[in-house]
C-alpha cells in the first residue's frame, strides 16, 4: 500500500513540475503578435433625436492586428500592454415613418417668383448610410493561466478612430407638398407640372451627404477565455464592448425645426438634408465577439 502511494505522489509531483514548466515557458514569452476579428452583435450606435417617428439600426464589423508586450507575470498571472491597428466598417439606416411641416417659400420656389406657404407631407422616409475607420486601440491585458493550454483574460483601455470614407448607400421617401398663396386669396395649388408639388419620390441624387466626424474616441472592454493550438499558437475567443465618448455625426439642432428637411428651388428641385442632421446624439455602443489568433515569442 505505502509503494503505491508512493507511486502516486511520484507522478502527480511530476505532472506539477510538467504544468509549472509549461507554465513558465508560456509566461517567458514577453512578446505577442494577435489577428483578430471581431463580428458585432445588435445595435453599434446610441442615438438620441428630436423626430418622435424615427428609428434606426446599426452594425459594426473589424478586423485588425495587435502587438503586445508583458511587463509582469506571477504565479500564473500577468499583466500586458497591448496596442494596434484596425479597420472598422460602420453601417447604419434611419427610418422616418411620417413627418408634417411648412415652411414660408421665398421667390426662388416659385417658377413665377412668387412667393407662399410651402407644405410637405413626408413619408417612408429610408436613408442608409455607411462609414469606415482606421483605430488604433491601446489597452491593458490581464491574464491568468491555469495550465499550459487553457487561460482566461480581461482587458480595458482606449479605441480612438479616424475616419477613411462615408457615403450614403441608399435613400428613398415619399413626397407630398402643395403651396399656399396668401396674395391670392390663399389660393392653394397642388399640381404636378408646378413646383413640383403634388407626389413625388426621393432618391438619394437628391439627398445631403451626410456630416460625419473625422475622430471618434471610445473606452473599450473585454474579456473571455485563451487557449493554446500548438507551439507558440494561441487562440482566444471573447466579448468586447466599445463605449463612444464623441458623437459619430454632427447635428443641426434646427432641421426638423425652423430648417425644414426637404425643401424646394426652381434651380435645384426637390433637396433633403441628411436624417442624421437630426441626431443630437450617436455615440458608439457596440457589443462584439471576438476572435483572436496569437503567437507568442
Given at each position: 500500500m505505502k509503494t503505491i502511494l508512493k507511486y502516486i505522489s511520484a507522478v502527480l509531483l511530476a505532472v506539477g513540475a510538467m504544468n509549472s514548466h509549461a507554465q513558465s515557458d508560456v509566461l517567458d514569452s514577453r512578446f505577442a503578435v494577435k489577428a483578430h476579428g471581431e463580428i458585432g452583435v445588435g445595435s453599434a450606435l446610441s442615438m438620441k433625436t428630436s423626430q418622435a417617428d424615427m428609428s434606426h439600426k446599426s452594425s459594426m464589423n473589424s478586423f485588425g492586428i495587435d502587438f503586445g508586450y508583458m511587463f509582469w507575470q506571477h504565479n500564473g498571472m500577468?499583466?500586458?500592454?497591448?496596442?494596434?491597428?484596425?479597420?472598422?466598417?460602420?453601417?447604419?439606416?434611419?427610418?422616418?415613418?411620417?413627418?408634417?411641416?411648412?415652411?414660408?417659400?421665398?421667390?426662388?420656389?416659385?417658377?413665377?417668383?412668387?412667393?407662399?406657404?410651402?407644405?410637405?407631407?413626408?413619408?417612408?422616409?429610408?436613408?442608409?448610410?455607411?462609414?469606415?475607420?482606421?483605430?488604433?486601440?491601446?489597452?491593458?491585458?490581464?491574464?491568468?493561466?491555469?495550465?499550459?493550454?487553457?487561460?482566461?483574460?480581461?482587458?480595458?483601455?482606449?479605441?480612438?478612430?479616424?475616419?477613411?470614407?462615408?457615403?450614403?448607400?441608399?435613400?428613398?421617401?415619399?413626397?407630398?407638398?402643395?403651396?399656399?398663396?396668401?396674395?391670392?386669396?390663399?389660393?392653394?395649388?397642388?399640381?404636378?407640372?408646378?413646383?413640383?408639388?403634388?407626389?413625388?419620390?426621393?432618391?438619394?441624387?437628391?439627398?445631403?451627404?451626410?456630416?460625419?466626424?473625422?475622430?471618434?474616441?471610445?473606452?473599450?472592454?473585454?474579456?473571455?477565455?485563451?487557449?493554446?493550438?500548438?507551439?507558440?499558437?494561441?487562440?482566444?475567443?471573447?466579448?468586447?464592448?466599445?463605449?463612444?465618448?464623441?458623437?459619430?455625426?454632427?447635428s443641426k439642432s434646427t432641421v426638423g425645426s425652423s430648417t425644414p428637411l426637404v425643401s424646394y428651388t426652381v434651380a435645384h428641385g426637390q433637396q433633403a438634408e441628411s436624417l442624421t442632421s437630426m441626431m443630437s446624439k450617436s455615440k458608439i455602443s457596440h457589443l462584439a465577439v471576438n476572435i483572436t489568433l496569437i503567437y507568442r515569442f
Open positions: 500577468s499583466l500586458s500592454v497591448n496596442a494596434g491597428l484596425d479597420y472598422d466598417i460602420l453601417n447604419t439606416k434611419l427610418n422616418i415613418g411620417s413627418m408634417k411641416y411648412d415652411y414660408a417659400a421665398n421667390a426662388d420656389a416659385d417658377m413665377d417668383g412668387d412667393t407662399y406657404r410651402r407644405y410637405y407631407q413626408l413619408s417612408n422616409l429610408h436613408q442608409g448610410i455607411g462609414m469606415e475607420y482606421i483605430s488604433i486601440p491601446v489597452y491593458l491585458n490581464f491574464t491568468y493561466r491555469f495550465n499550459e493550454w487553457i487561460g482566461v483574460y480581461a482587458n480595458v483601455g482606449i479605441k480612438p478612430g479616424f475616419k477613411t470614407c462615408s457615403k450614403v448607400k441608399s435613400f428613398t421617401g415619399d413626397v407630398y407638398s402643395y403651396g399656399i398663396y396668401p396674395q391670392y386669396d390663399n389660393l392653394m395649388m397642388n399640381d404636378e407640372w408646378l413646383n413640383d408639388f403634388g407626389n413625388r419620390q426621393l432618391t438619394e441624387s437628391q439627398v445631403a451627404t451626410p456630416e460625419v466626424k473625422g475622430f471618434n474616441m471610445s473606452i473599450l472592454a473585454g474579456a473571455g477565455v485563451e487557449a493554446k493550438i500548438y507551439g507558440p499558437l494561441y487562440t482566444s475567443l471573447g466579448i468586447n464592448y466599445n463605449a463612444g465618448l464623441t458623437n459619430v455625426f454632427k
